[in-house]
């Protein structure tokens, strides 16, 4: 799916996986600013090896770059994120648009 100047949506290829684990690391780190970094890292081999890969996964690609992702297991949006150095210039949007085309309605994963 084509979007703004130099960007597309896409199905994810696993070798976007570092990619895909390096955003939601940074993103999460960020914004869970009170939660140590080292509890992140701990799951980034869950991430990329398990959790990823068994959801549908479509990334933003912006100037050939993986700049966010969305995840989804049905019409669930397992995951949302988009690299701290994109973010505010409407990429989250542009996904969940682009995952609203594709299901007939969309879920929000309910808390364990």
Known sequence: MKTGAGALIRVYRENDLED???IWYDASVIAHHFVPA???ASYRPAMKK???PLSE???YEQEGEVAGFISLAGEIVCALFVA???QGK???KELLE???SLKKRLLKKKEE
Do not use: D, Q, T
């Open 90 to 92: 409407g990429a989250g």
């Open 84 to 86: 701290p150095e994109a």
């Open 20 to 22: 895909m684990v390096r």
């Open 57 to 59: 996964n479509y990334v």
């Open 98 to 100: 682009h995952a609203k």
């Open 50 to 52: 398990e959790y990823l």
């Open 38 to 40: 080292s509890f992140w």
